[in-house]
Every structure is written in C-alpha cells, then in structure tokens.
Antibody
C-alpha cells in the first residue's frame, strides 16, 4: 500500500528555521517526483514545486523560489521542506504528494498534511 | 502566468447532476486533473487525463476537456460528495491549480 506520512504539527516563532518531512512507503521512492503544496487557512491549493528523490533534482514555483528549500534522503525514503527563517505569512497546512510516473503527471497519493503555525 | 478559473461555489440537490467548470486559455490542449478535498482532509485525485477515474472512484464522477473549459460532472450526487473541488493542469513544467469550487449538496 502506497503511503506518504508527514511529520507532526509545528509551532515556531518568526525568524526560526524549520524542516518538515514526508516519508514514502509501499513503492519505489526514488522513481517518483514528490510535490509540496501549500494551503493557507481557508484558502486553495498552491503548488510550491517538486523534487525527484532519485537525484534530488528540483523545480520550484516562481512564487516560492528562494523562500523554501526541498531536499530528500533516499536512504530513508524521506523528502523534506525547509525554511531558514519563518514568517507569519508561512502559517499554513503543507501537503506532500506523489507524482505518478505514467506520463500524465497526476498527483495520485497525498500525505496527511503538516500544520505550521508561526507566532511570537 | 497561466491561470485556471473555477466558480467559487456550486449547489446541487441530492441525486441530481453537478457540473463544475474550470476555464483556462486553450485548456483543451493540456490534460486536466480534478481533486476532491473534504473538510479537514487531504486532497484526493478523482479524475486524471481529462476523463480517467482512478481505482476506487465511483463511476458517478466523470470529466471532459475541450476548448478553454474542463468540466467535472457528478451524477446522482450524494451528501458525501460535498467538498471542495480543485482542477489542475501543467503549464510546461509548472503546476497550476484552480481556485477551488465548494460543492454544496
């Protein structure tokens, strides 16, 4: 069974760093792109970008380029989303999603989400 | 940048047919995908490649895509179908989501 399990909710202060994780199981982790998607409170889905765990290649949405960093550790089937300095505007639910490998590039499996709260 | 436009809300009576549209420039030249997100849950893929249903998605869900508009159609709509629905497409190597449509049953 394919599963993406994300790390738990985080409460941080502005300016702090944060890394959240997404662990894949039940499939070949290195052969599927992983996307990160932001959902701000009461708002829609926003694509942040993707990472290919096989070689850590990345594509960032222009809206998020320079604001976050994607990484992956294929030895433990885990992808990461990292902030070096959080802002109040980073408050959101963050989802990881697996991109299907068949060529149509749909997001066929999603993690349960990680809620990030930033408050002084 | 490429944009996808959805109506903010659609209402439907139980057992009737709901149609949710997604508009974008020459969207029919791309593949459209649809995701269902129930309150407090993660999104679920319900339609890919314009009109294909993943396993486990009821036959009541169907999709079409032509010209500038993709449409998600739900026949015999059930209360459990009440959710937010998002269309999605690829613009080159970038993903675009529509703003989402709240379906009220």
């Amino acid at each position: 069974e394919v599963q993406l399990v994300q790390s738990g909710a985080e409460v941080k202060k502005p300016g702090e760093s944060l890394k959240i994780s997404c662990k894949g199981s039940g499939y070949s982790f290195t052969n599927h792109w992983i996307a990160w998607v932001r959902q701000m409170p009461g708002k829609g889905l926003e694509w942040m970008g993707v990472i290919y765990p096989g070689d850590s290649a990345t594509t960032y949405s222009p809206s998020f380029q320079g604001q976050v960093t994607f990484s992956a550790d294929k030895s433990i089937n885990t992808a990461y989303l990292h902030w070096s300095s959080l802002k109040a505007s980073d408050i959101a639910m963050y989802f990881c999603a697996r991109q299907a490998s068949g060529g149509y590039r749909e997001f066929d499996y999603w993690g349960q989400g990680t809620l990030v709260t930033v408050s002084s | 940048s490429y944009e996808l436009t959805q109506p903010p809300s659609v209402s439907v009576s139980p057992w009737q047919t709901a149609s949710i549209t997604c508009s974008g420039d020459k969207l029919g030249d791309k593949y459209a995908f649809w995701y269902q997100q129930r309150p407090g849950q993660s999104p679920v893929l319900v339609i890919y490649q314009d009109n294909k249903r993943p396993s486990g998605i009821p036959e009541r869900f169907s999709g079409s895509n032509s010209g500038n508009t993709a449409t998600l159609t739900i026949t015999r709509t059930q209360p459990m179908d009440e959710a937010d629905y998002y269309c999605q497409a690829w613009d080159s190597n970038y993903v675009v989501f529509g703003g989402g449509t709240k379906l009220t049953v």
